[in-house]
């Protein structure tokens, strides 16, 4: 158990399971672990018998072995409980690039027309130089590029980056973005009204949330034993004991 507290492991695995086997892809999936920091997981899991490397002409790649796989149930399972109880992802941990990074492992290559398909994404409240962000779609691979490519853009979509986080993880629909004007699809009609389909969603976007009380409804049901000492401005989940 030691291993897999350590910090970044779990979402190193994360990253193994969903398909990254380079250490290109592996820092693009995991952009605030530092490179020095990431040879040393590999290292430790290799150690483990978690993942062994497999030379592919001058590259490594770093795949899992059948102990790192029985694994999956693990991860999955704490993503489905993030999800379902933690109500909003926080403003620190939004992230373009992240973002892009998960969608470019969701495209549904029978979905999208033939050849290239280029997808611009702009989020006008990022920070400066994270704003313009593209999906190079082909048959062969999806690219995530930060730099404008060069190719003729087939659809831009403007949002903000909560607005597409929420649509990434199923908890506002894209026909419900498009229609409240959160969200905006510029390109011909008919593939505007596609790109929802050139996605599969988050494999988590269809985890049940459960009802959550409002501040009033949770004090209003909590014992009045459990409310000593808490002061009316607090939220309703801090307790005394949690500060």
Same mark, same amino acid.
């Given at each position: 158990?030691e291993l897999l507290d350590?910090?970044?492991?779990l979402?190193?695995?994360?990253?193994?399971?969903?398909?990254?086997?380079?250490?290109?892809?592996?820092?693009?999936?995991?952009?605030?672990?530092?490179p020095?920091?990431?040879?040393?997981?590999?290292? @430790?899991? @290799?150690r483990?018998?978690?993942?062994t490397?497999?030379?592919d002409?001058?590259?490594?790649?770093?795949?899992?072995?059948p102990?790192?796989q029985?694994?999956?149930?693990?991860v999955?399972a704490?993503?489905?409980?993030g999800?379902?109880?933690?109500?909003?992802?926080?403003?620190?941990?939004?992230?373009?690039?992240l973002?892009?990074?998960?969608?470019h492992?969701?495209?549904?290559?029978?979905?999208?027309?033939a050849?290239?398909?280029?997808?611009?994404?702009?989020?006008?409240?990022?920070?400066?130089?994270?704003?313009?962000?593209?999906?190079?779609i082909?048959?062969?691979?999806?690219?995530v590029?930060?730099?404008?490519?060069?190719?003729d853009?087939?659809?831009?979509?403007?949002?903000?980056?909560?607005r597409?986080?929420?649509v990434?993880?199923g908890?506002?629909?894209?026909?419900?973005?498009?229609?409240?004007?959160?969200?905006?699809v510029?390109?011909?009609?008919?593939l505007?009204?596609?790109?929802? #389909?050139?996605?599969?969603?988050?494999?988590f976007?269809g985890?049940?949330?459960?009802? #959550?009380?409002?501040?009033?409804?949770?004090?209003?049901?909590?014992?009045e034993?459990?409310? @000593?000492?808490?002061?009316?401005s607090?939220?309703?989940?801090v307790?005394p004991?949690?500060r």
């Amino acid at each position: 158990m030691e291993l897999l507290d350590e910090r970044w492991t779990l979402l190193l695995v994360r990253e193994l399971l969903t398909g990254s086997d380079r250490f290109n892809q592996l820092r693009r999936g995991l952009p605030r672990m530092s490179p020095t920091l990431l040879s040393r997981r590999l290292h @430790e899991l @290799e150690r483990a018998g978690v993942l062994t490397r497999q030379a592919d002409g001058t590259e490594v790649r770093y795949l899992l072995t059948p102990a790192g796989q029985e694994l999956r149930p693990v991860v999955e399972a704490l993503g489905v409980w993030g999800v379902r109880w933690v109500p909003e992802v926080g403003d620190a941990d939004l992230d373009p690039k992240l973002l892009l990074w998960d969608m470019h492992r969701h495209v549904d290559p029978d979905a999208v027309p033939a050849g290239r398909t280029v997808v611009q994404f702009r989020f006008p409240d990022a920070a400066r130089g994270a704003r313009d962000w593209w999906l190079v779609i082909t048959a062969a691979e999806t690219d995530v590029c930060d730099v404008d490519p060069g190719f003729d853009v087939t659809v831009r979509v403007t949002a903000s980056l909560r607005r597409l986080v929420d649509v990434w993880r199923g908890e506002v629909p894209w026909s419900d973005a498009l229609r409240s004007g959160g969200l905006e699809v510029d390109g011909p009609e008919a593939l505007r009204r596609a790109v929802p #389909r050139w996605f599969t969603l988050s494999p988590f976007a269809g985890v049940p949330r459960p009802e #959550r009380l409002s501040r009033e409804d949770a004090l209003d049901a909590a014992p009045e034993d459990a409310l @000593e000492g808490v002061s009316p401005s607090a939220p309703a989940s801090v307790t005394p004991a949690a500060r």
